[in-house]
Nanobody
Framework: QVQLVESGGGLVQPGGSLRLSCAASGIIFRIYDMGWYRQTPGKERELVAAIARDGKTNYADSVRGRFTMSRDNGKKTVYLQMNSLKPEDTAVYYC??????????????WGQGAQVTVSS
């Protein structure tokens, strides 16, 4: 059964840090490019970070320099280290397999997501 399970969300003050995890099952994880998306109410889900199967990364301008995406193929898990968090980073964060490198189209059904709230 193909499944994506996000964890690590929570409430953090502006300037703080969080680390999200996304564990995949039912796929040959190491051959896929992966992405972290986020969504706020009333807005479309947006891709904020991507990691290729060879480990190269790419980031949205809004998070570049603050967020770092990584992967552990042995654990079939991707991570999103989020530093210097801002209130505008508040969203539900999801991971997914990318249809192609450089694109934003997800492949799998969405998991439950991880709520990140940045507030004082």
């Amino acid at each position: 059964q193909v499944q994506l399970v996000e964890s690590g969300g929570g409430l953090v003050q502006p300037g703080g840090s969080l680390r999200l995890s996304c564990a995949a099952s039912g796929i040959i994880f190491r051959i896929y490019d992966m992405g972290w998306y986020r969504q706020t109410p009333g807005k479309e889900r947006e891709l904020v970070a991507a990691i290729a199967r060879d480990g190269k990364t790419n980031y949205a301008d809004s998070v570049r320099g603050r967020f770092t995406m990584s992967r552990d193929n042995g654990k079939k898990t991707v991570y999103l280290q989020m530093n210097s968090l801002k209130p505008e980073d508040t969203a539900v964060y999801y991971c997914n397999v990318l249809q192609s490198w450089g694109g934003t189209t997800p492949v799998l059904s969405w998991g439950q997501g991880a709520q990140v709230t940045v507030s004082s």
